[in-house]
């Protein structure tokens, strides 16, 4: 049964960096593409960052243009796990924060940003960023 868990979620001071990471026990994960998306107060669901499968060292990455510059995503394919570090955030971060997991056979790195990209859903670890 596939299941994907946020975790590093919770309170974050104004300038502070935010690590989360999900763990994921989807078969085949070095072939996943993986994602992470978030949800603000009042908003739909938005593109955070994505990272594709591929040989290590080095893996296509993808970050929505008002994250760029101060977001890294990586991924541990040895651990299952996909991070995401976010520097210097902000009360805007202020979201729920959801990984996600795509079957790299099925899907199409050029639509990596859409919702309906993506096969599998974590439910999600809340985030505030305190002012």
């Known amino acids: 049964q596939a299941q994907l868990t946020e975790s590093g979620g919770g309170l974050v001071q104004t300038g502070a960096s935010l690590n989360l990471s999900c763990e994921v026990s989807?078969?085949?994960?070095?072939?996943?593409?993986l994602g992470w998306f978030r949800q603000a107060p009042g908003r739909a669901r938005a593109f955070v960052a994505a990272i594709g499968w591929s040989t290590p060292p080095t893996f296509l990455t993808r970050y929505a243009d008002d994250m760029k510059g101060r977001t890294t995503i990586s991924r541990d394919n040895a651990k299952n796990t996909v991070h995401l570090q976010i520097e210097s955030v902000k009360p805007e971060d202020t979201a729920v924060y959801y990984c996600?997991?795509?079957?790299?056979?099925?899907?199409?790195?050029?639509?990596?940003?859409?919702?309906?990209?993506?096969?599998?859903w974590g439910p999600g670890t809340q985030v505030t960023v305190s002012s």
């Open positions: 989807v078969y085949g994960f070095s072939s996943l593409h």
């Open positions: 996600a997991a795509a079957k790299s056979r099925r899907a199409s790195w050029q639509g990596i940003h859409q919702e309906s990209t993506y096969d599998y």
